[in-house]
C-alpha cells in the first residue's frame, strides 16, 4: 500500500485560511469516511486534531475542520495562529484492518 | 489519565530483532474495546502504521511489513510489545505506540512520547 499524497507544505499568515489536501484511492480515502488529521510539534507525540472526516475530539478548536470530496480529503486551519505551525498528517483506513498514513504537511505561520 | 510508555533498546545491530514494549498505565488493556498500535516515524519522514493488537491477541500488520512483525500483548503487566526481525538501517525510527478506537476508524486517541531506536554496527 502506497502512502497517502499529502503536499510537503503550506502556510498562511496570522488570521487567513489554509486548507491540506490528502489524496489516496477508492480503496482508501474513498471507500470510507475513516479518515482522521493529527497534528505534531517537534519533538512530540502526534495529537489528534479530527477523525471520521469531520469530527473533532473535545478541546480541539473549531477553527480546525475537515471534509471529504471522493479520493481527498482535506483539513481547513481558520484564523491561523502561531501556534498552528506544526506538521499534519492524514490516515485513513484501509480495508482488512489496515491502516495508512500521509507522507505529512508542513505548515508554516508567516 | 492514560498513559504510554514506550521502552526497549536503543541500538540494534543490523540483521537483529528490534523488541520494544509500551506500557499502559491508566486503564486496562483487557477491560476495554481499544486495538493497541506501534507506529513509526523515520528521522525527518513521515509515520508508517506497523500494527496493532486487540487484548484477546487478534493482530492486524502492515502488509509490508508483516513478514518480520510480531506483536504481542501480555495483560497480566498492562503492556503490549513489538518485534521486528530482520531490521536494517530502513528501520531507524521513533516507535510510537498509541491506542485506536474501535470501529475500524483510525482514530489514535492517545499516544507514547516515542523512543528512537537506531539500527547500526
Known amino acids: 500500500q502506497s502512502a497517502l499524497t499529502q503536499p510537503p507544505s503550506a502556510s498562511g499568515s496570522p488570521g487567513q485560511s489554509v486548507t491540506i489536501s490528502c489524496t489516496g484511492t477508492?480503496?482508501?480515502?474513498?471507500?470510507?469516511?475513516?479518515v482522521s488529521w493529527y497534528q505534531q510539534h517537534p519533538g512530540k507525540a502526534p495529537k489528534l486534531m479530527i477523525y471520521e472526516v469531520n469530527q473533532r475530539p473535545s478541546g480541539v478548536p473549531d477553527r480546525f475542520s475537515g471534509s471529504k470530496s471522493g479520493n481527498t480529503a482535506s483539513l481547513t486551519v481558520s484564523g491561523l495562529r502561531a501556534e498552528d505551525e506544526a506538521d499534519y498528517y492524514c490516515?485513513?483506513?484501509?480495508?482488512?484492518?489496515?491502516?495508512?498514513f500521509g507522507g505529512g504537511t508542513k505548515l508554516t505561520v508567516l | 489519565q492514560l498513559q504510554l510508555q514506550e521502552s526497549g533498546p536503543r541500538l540494534v545491530k543490523p540483521s537483529e530483532t528490534l523488541s520494544l514494549t509500551c506500557i499502559v498505565s491508566?486503564?486496562?488493556?483487557?477491560?476495554?474495546?481499544?486495538?493497541w498500535n506501534w507506529i513509526r516515524q523515520p528521522p525527518g519522514k513521515g509515520l508508517e502504521w506497523i500494527g496493532s493488537?486487540?487484548?484477546?491477541?487478534?493482530?492486524s500488520y502492515n502488509p509490508s511489513l508483516k513478514s518480520r512483525v510480531t506483536i504481542s500483548v501480555d495483560t497480566s503487566k498492562n503492556q503490549f510489545s513489538l518485534r521486528l526481525s530482520s531490521v536494517t538501517a530502513a528501520d531507524t525510527a521513533v516507535y510510537h505506540c498509541?491506542?485506536?478506537?474501535?470501529?475500524?476508524?483510525?482514530?489514535?486517541?492517545?499516544w507514547g512520547q516515542g523512543t528512537l531506536v537506531t539500527v547500526s554496527s
Open positions: 477508492s480503496s482508501d480515502v474513498g471507500g470510507y469516511n475513516y
Open positions: 490516515n485513513s483506513y484501509a480495508g482488512s484492518n489496515n491502516v495508512i
Open positions: 491508566g486503564d486496562s488493556i483487557s477491560s476495554s474495546s481499544y486495538y
Open positions: 493488537i486487540y487484548y484477546s491477541g487478534s493482530t
Open positions: 498509541a491506542r485506536q478506537v474501535p470501529g475500524g476508524t483510525p482514530k489514535f486517541d492517545y
